[in-house]
């Protein structure tokens, strides 16, 4: 009879990697996370930014870290370019690194 080892089933080999270790760097080798980041975002906006805003909101887009929101709502555009600041500061740090430097409202 075979005995078995519990504590060689679950310790980890050495060149095995969780889910999360492997995506980030294929991210990383294939010099995509800035992308990849910026879609995060896009993605995100409605959550982050809350329902109010993301059901107000047609177009969102970054290009040359500045991002883009084409809003429906003129009185609720105004209020967001008074907070630009805030905005570009929650996007960062949802996505760990500086993605926006600027905000554009349309």
Same mark, same amino acid.
């Given at each position: 009879m075979k005995s078995k /080892?519990?504590? @060689?089933?679950?310790a980890r080999k050495a060149d095995v990697f969780s889910l999360k270790e492997a995506l980030n760097q294929l991210l990383d080798v294939y010099k995509i996370r800035g992308k990849y980041n910026e879609t995060f975002l896009v993605a @995100?906006?409605?959550?982050? %930014?809350?329902?109010?805003?993301? /059901?107000?909101?047609?177009?969102?887009?970054i290009n040359q870290q500045k991002l883009?929101?084409? %809003? /429906?709502s003129?009185?609720?555009k105004n209020e967001l370019v008074m907070s630009?600041?805030?905005i570009i500061e929650i996007l960062n740090r949802e996505a760990g690194s500086e993605v926006v430097s600027?905000?554009?409202?349309l």
């Open positions: /080892n519990p504590a @060689s089933e679950t @995100s906006w409605g959550r982050i %930014m809350g329902a109010t805003i993301a /059901n107000r909101t047609e177009k969102i887009y883009y929101v084409k %809003m /429906n003129a009185p609720l630009k600041s805030k600027d905000v554009i409202f």
